[in-house]
C-alpha cells in the first residue's frame, strides 16, 4: 500500500526551463509534505516543505504547491539548471493514528536530468 | 562542522555473519532514523529512536536491531537473519519526532559476498 506516491519515475527537461515534479498521497492525515534532493551514493538533502495550512511555499528557484482536495503536490523549478539533476523523493508525515506522525513517508522518487 | 557520520560508506557481508554499520550525529538532535533504499524504491523505514535508551520499530525492522546508549550515535546490526541485505542504508536525524525535516547522513552500501 503505497501512500505517497511519484508516477514519473524520470523527466528530463532543458536548462532555463520550469521542471514540475509531482506527488499523490493517499492518507488524508498527511499534514505535512516535504521534497528532498539525492544525488548517487550521498544522502537525500532537504529542499523545500509545505505545511497543510497552505497551498504554496517558494524558496527561490523552487516553489510547492498543495491541493489537498486532490491530494496532490507539486515542485516547480524555475529555471532549471544542470546541477538540478538528481533523484527527487516526495515525503509526508502527519496524523496521530498508531503515532504515525513520528515519521516520513516517501515516495519512489523521480529522476530528474536538466540538459544544457 | 555539524552533521550526521556514517561509516563504513562500503561493506561486504559474508553469508550467516552479522554487520553493524555506525552513525554518529553532533547536531544535538533528539531523534535518528534509519533507513533502507533499494534500487527503483524509496526510503523505507527500518528503526527510529526519540530519545535514548529508546527506540522503536519501523516499516521493515525484521532481520535488523539497533541500540541507542548515546544521544549522538545510533547504530543498525544487520543480522543474519536478514535474507536480502543488500542496498543502500541512510541515517538521519531530527529535533524531535514529529515527522518534521530530517538530516541524512551520506549513507553506507551494504553487499553480500
Known amino acids: 500500500d503505497q501512500q505517497v506516491k511519484q508516477n514519473s519515475p524520470s523527466l528530463s527537461v532543458q536548462e532555463g526551463r520550469i521542471s514540475i515534479l509531482n506527488c499523490d498521497y493517499t492518507?488524508?492525515?498527511?499534514?505535512?509534505f516535504l521534497w528532498y534532493k539525492k544525488y548517487p551514493a550521498e544522502g537525500p538533502t532537504f529542499l523545500i516543505s509545505i505545511s497543510s495550512i497552505k497551498d504554496k511555499n517558494e524558496d527561490g528557484r523552487f516553489t510547492v504547491f498543495l491541493n489537498k482536495s486532490a491530494k496532490h503536490l507539486s515542485l516547480h523549478i524555475v529555471p532549471s539548471q544542470p546541477g538540478d539533476s538528481a533523484v527527487y523523493f516526495c515525503?509526508?508525515?502527519?496524523?496521530?493514528?498508531?503515532?504515525?506522525?513520528?515519521?516520513?513517508?516517501f515516495g519512489k522518487g523521480t529522476l530528474l536530468t536538466v540538459n544544457p | 562542522d555539524g552533521g550526521i557520520t556514517q561509516s563504513p560508506k562500503y561493506l561486504f557481508r559474508k553469508e550467516g555473519q552479522n554487520v553493524t554499520l555506525s552513525c554518529e550525529q553532533n547536531l544535538n538532535h533528539d531523534a535518528m532514523y534509519w533507513y533502507r533504499q533499494d534500487p527503483g524504491q524509496g526510503l523505507r523505514l527500518i528503526y527510529y529512536?526519540?530519545?535514548?535508551?529508546d527506540f522503536q520499530k519501523g516499516d521493515i525492522a525484521e532481520g535488523y536491531s539497533v541500540s541507542r546508549e548515546k544521544k549522538e550515535s545510533f547504530p543498525l546490526t544487520v543480522t543474519s537473519a536478514q535474507k536480502n541485505p543488500t542496498a543502500f542504508y541512510l541515517c538521519?536525524?531530527?529535533w524531535g519526532a514529529g515527522g518534521e525535516k530530517l538530516f541524512f547522513g551520506s549513507g553506507t552500501q551494504l553487499s553480500v559476498l
Open positions: 492518507n488524508s492525515m498527511f499534514d505535512y
Open positions: 538521519a536525524s531530527s
Open positions: 515525503a509526508a508525515s502527519g496524523g496521530n493514528s498508531g503515532g504515525s506522525n513520528y515519521k516520513l513517508t
Open positions: 529512536s526519540q530519545i535514548v535508551n
